[in-house]
C-alpha cells in the first residue's frame, strides 16, 4: 500500500492536472478534432463535375445561342468561345482546390483571402439567390421532359410541374444528407444516363450529316444572318452558352471530402515514391498522409 501511495504521489507531481489523457494523433482521434469523411474517390470526383456540366443546360440553351447568336457560325464561336474560359476557370479552380484543401468553395477562398465579412456576404447571396434559382430551373426543366410525353398535344399543367420539381429537389435534399456515399452512387447513376442522351443526340446528328444535311455547315452559308445582328443578343448568347458549362467548379465544394484531392485536381502528373509531385519550378508539393 505504502508503495502504491508513493507510485500515485509521483505521478502527481509528473502530472499536476491528473492522469494525461492520450490525445496524441496516433491514439486514432486524429488530434482531436472533427473532419468531414474521405469517402470521393477519382471516379465519383470526375461524375460529380460532369453530372454537374452535363445539366439542363446542354439541353436547354442551344436553343438560346443558336437564336440569340442570329448565324450557325456564330453560334459555334460562342460554344468555342465560352468552353475555352470555363477550361481556363476549372484550372484555375483545380489550382486553389490544392492549394486552399477547404470545403466550401468559393465561400472558403474569398473568406480567406477578402476576410470573414466577404466570405459571409458571398455565401448568404449564394443561398438566398443563386443556388436556388440555378436548381429550380434544373427541377423545372426535368419536371418538364418528365410530364411532356403525357401531354402530348399541349403544355403540362404548372402546377403539375411545379409539385414534381418540388419532389425531386426535397429528395435530392434528403439523400444528400443522409450519405455521401448515396449522394456519389445517384450522381453516378444520372450522368451515366446523361451521357448515353447526349450520345444518342450526337449520334443521330452525325447520321444526318452522313445522309447530306449540312448545308448551315458549309462556310459559305455558316455565317448567314437569318436577323439583324445585335450586340445584346450576342451577349445574351454567351450567356446562354456559360449557363450550358455551368458546374466545373462544384467538386471544391466537398475537397475535404475526397480521398486524394491532389489527384483528381491533377490525374496525370507524375508521383514518385514518396508520395511527392513534381511542381513546374522543380520542387514537391507533399500530398501528405493518404
Known amino acids: 500500500m505504502e508503495k502504491g501511495a508513493r507510485h500515485r504521489n509521483n505521478t502527481e507531481k509528473n502530472h499536476p492536472g491528473g492522469s494525461k489523457s492520450d490525445t496524441t494523433p496516433e491514439s486514432g482521434s486524429g488530434g482531436g478534432g472533427v473532419a468531414l469523411k474521405k469517402e470521393i474517390g477519382l471516379v465519383s470526383a470526375c461524375g460529380i463535375i460532369v453530372g454537374n456540366i452535363i445539366g439542363s443546360g446542354i439541353f436547354v440553351s442551344p436553343k438560346g445561342v443558336l437564336e440569340n447568336a442570329g448565324s450557325v457560325g456564330l453560334a459555334l464561336i460562342v460554344w468555342i468561345v465560352t ?3 470555363t477550361a481556363v476557370g476549372a484550372l484555375c ?3 486553389l482546390g490544392v492549394t486552399i484543401p477547404k470545403s466550401g468553395g468559393d465561400y472558403s477562398y474569398v473568406k480567406d483571402i477578402f476576410g470573414g465579412l466577404a466570405g459571409f456576404l458571398r455565401l448568404w447571396i449564394a443561398v438566398l439567390v443563386i443556388y436556388p434559382t440555378n436548381q429550380a430551373v434544373i427541377a423545372l426543366t426535368f419536371s418538364n421532359y418528365v410530364l411532356q410525353p403525357l401531354f402530348p398535344t ?17 429528395l435530392l435534399t434528403w ?16 450522368t451515366a444516363g446523361k451521357l448515353l442522351a447526349l450520345a444518342l443526340i450526337i449520334i443521330m446528328g452525325v447520321v444526318q450529316i452522313c445522309k447530306g444535311e449540312y448545308f448551315w455547315l458549309e462556310p459559305k452559308n455558316a455565317f448567314e444572318n ?23 467548379n462544384f467538386l471544391n465544394y466537398v475537397t475535404e471530402e475526397l480521398v486524394d484531392p491532389y489527384k483528381a485536381a491533377n490525374p496525370g502528373e507524375p508521383e514518385d515514391v514518396c508520395g511527392c509531385v513534381p511542381r513546374g519550378g522543380g520542387g514537391l508539393r507533399d500530398r501528405g498522409a493518404k
Do not use: H, K, M
Request: proline share 5%; hydrophobic share 50%; with cysteine.
Open 83 to 85: 468552353g475555352l474560359i
Open 93 to 95: 479552380y483545380a489550382e
Open 154 to 170: 399541349c403544355f403540362p399543367p404548372e402546377s403539375g410541374l411545379r409539385l414534381l420539381a418540388a419532389i425531386c429537389l426535397l
Open 175 to 190: 439523400v444528400n444528407c443522409s450519405s455521401v456515399r448515396w449522394a456519389t452512387r445517384v450522381q453516378d447513376i444520372f
Open 226 to 248: 437569318f436577323q439583324e445582328p445585335n450586340i445584346g443578343l450576342i451577349a445574351l448568347a454567351f450567356l446562354q452558352g456559360s449557363f450550358a458549362y455551368g458546374g466545373w
